[in-house]
């Protein structure tokens, strides 16, 4: 497909705690990327955004679902859970606030840089959470014209 | 200079990825952290940590580094080696700390920072 890509959507189930799969939908992602011959360094923008969600959804959530949408304009990374939401979201982005639990801590999570990094490496990133009902992270990359 | 050349000069001892040991090495970078390992880590980097679990696998092939090094003779589960190698990451040991690991390839001109495009 020459000068083109195509349009594409994959859907990854990631389960809360499952630290042993834990990248294995970030790693489809970057393949898929990386077949659709996207730029080398926007493939790592959207890799680490999309490493740091799933991990925040294995870590914090009780389990959702990671979306890549691949659009010929834009790449949309999608982390949806059900909860248990984030009570103040300003402060969740502060760089080094982290709530991770020991056993996380002790696998090296929990530096507290995850939504930093995600928001450093994206064009545009909306989150929206509700305690009770759960988090919507959408991470939005522009693909430039060649 | 190649990962090969780093373990004959450091005399490292090869757990996982023999068979790419002509992989590129330019930079380094010591650290347990994963989010910061994630944010500083690039193609071509030699990583040196003393977490040996599976998520470390999963971090060096996300952002290709060439080789990780475990320091002081730490022991790697089977189960993360053969991950390592279904993965084509390179896993090292040494029986050095962390600190004289960074030392001696930073004497050897490994830079913090490597410039390498693919
Ligand atoms: N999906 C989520 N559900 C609930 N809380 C979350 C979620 N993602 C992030 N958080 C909250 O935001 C904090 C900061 O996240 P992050 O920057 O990724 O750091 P870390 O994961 O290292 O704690 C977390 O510690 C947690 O309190
Ligand atoms: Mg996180």
């Known amino acids: ?131 009770g009902e759960g988090t919507l992270l959408e991470i939005y990359f522009d693909i430039k014209a060649r | 200079m190649k990962v090969s050349q780093m373990v004959e000069a450091l005399s490292l001892k090869v757990l996982a990825g023999e068979s790419f040991l002509e992989r590129e090495v330019c930079s380094g970078y010591c650290c347990d952290l994963l989010s910061r390992v994630m944010a500083k880590g690039e193609k071509g980097m030699a990583w040196i940590t003393v977490q040996t679990h599976m998520n470390v696998v999963a971090v060096a092939a996300l952002v290709e580094m060439a080789c990780i090094i475990i320091p002081e003779g730490i022991e790697v589960e089977r189960k993360v080696l053969d991950k390592a190698e279904e993965e084509g990451v390179i896993m090292l040991s040494s029986h050095l700390t962390a600190f004289e690991l960074a030392g001696k390839l930073y004497q050897m001109g490994i830079a913090p920072v490597c410039k390498v495009v693919d």
């Not at chain 1, 970030?26 to 999309?50: E, N, P, W």
């Not at chain 1, 982005?93 to 990094?117: C, D, H, K, V, W």
């Open chain 1, 1 to 131: 497909m020459a000068g083109g890509y195509y349009s594409i959507e994959q859907v990854f189930h990631i389960k809360a705690g499952d630290f042993a799969s834990a990248g294995e939908a970030s790693s489809q992602i970057k393949k898929t990327l990386k077949q659709l011959g996207i730029d080398s360094t926007l493939v790592r923008r959207v890799t680490i955004a999309a490493y740091e969600a799933e991990m925040n959804l294995i870590i914090h959530s009780i389990g959702g679902e990671l979306k890549l949408k691949v659009t010929p304009q834009s790449i949309i990374v999608t982390a949806e859970d059900k909860g248990p939401g984030i009570p103040d979201i300003d402060l969740a982005m502060q760089e080094g606030y982290s709530t991770a639990p020991e056993i996380a801590r002790e696998l090296g999570f929990g530096a507290g840089m995850g939504l930093p990094n995600i928001k450093r490496n994206a064009d545009r990133l909306n989150i929206q959470s509700k305690v």
